[in-house]
């Protein structure tokens, strides 16, 4: 069901010390670090792959809505569906549907914020319907 999340954080090396630890207990690796994220889990595009979890530099005060989901889903369709369904129902585009090959070549996503703000994304890694 969840294909990826993110968790903000104040301190890198913090956040690293502690999730190296919980999620190393969970067979959760940490598989990339930069300057303003840590990564954890193998991030593949086969179906039933394993989730991702992405722990972010907060730049600023913590706040609720930098909270982020992404729902995995089957298809480019689905994903334009989600976001189709999300504006008819009170949600707000936050990235329409489209490809984001800055993550890699066949993710294709779409993001609102639900009514209360916090920011959902629906995610294929499939490359074509």
């Known amino acids: 069901m969840l294909d990826h999340l ?3 954080a104040t301190d890198l090396d913090r956040a690293q010390t502690f999730y190296d ?3 190393g207990a969970l067979d959760y690796p ?3 670090r930069r300057p303003n994220a840590i990564g954890y889990g193998v991030r593949e595009r086969a179906p039933g792959a ?3 979890i992405s722990i972010y530099l907060c730049t600023g005060r ?3 809505d930098n909270r982020h989901w992404a729902f995995r889903a089957s298809s480019r369709a689905a994903v334009r569906a989600f976001h189709a369904a999300a504006l008819s129902h009170g949600g707000t ?3 329409a549907p489209g490809p984001r090959p800055q993550y890699h070549a066949d993710y294709h996503a779409a993001f609102v914020r639900d009514p209360d703000g916090n920011r959902i994304e629906a995610v294929t890694h499939q490359r074509e319907d």
Do not use: F, K
């Open 30 to 32: 940490r598989v990339n």
């Open 50 to 52: 394993a989730s991702y």
């Open 6 to 8: 993110s968790i903000t």
């Open 62 to 64: 913590l706040l609720p």
């Open 93 to 95: 585009d936050d990235g």
């Open 21 to 23: 630890a919980a999620l």
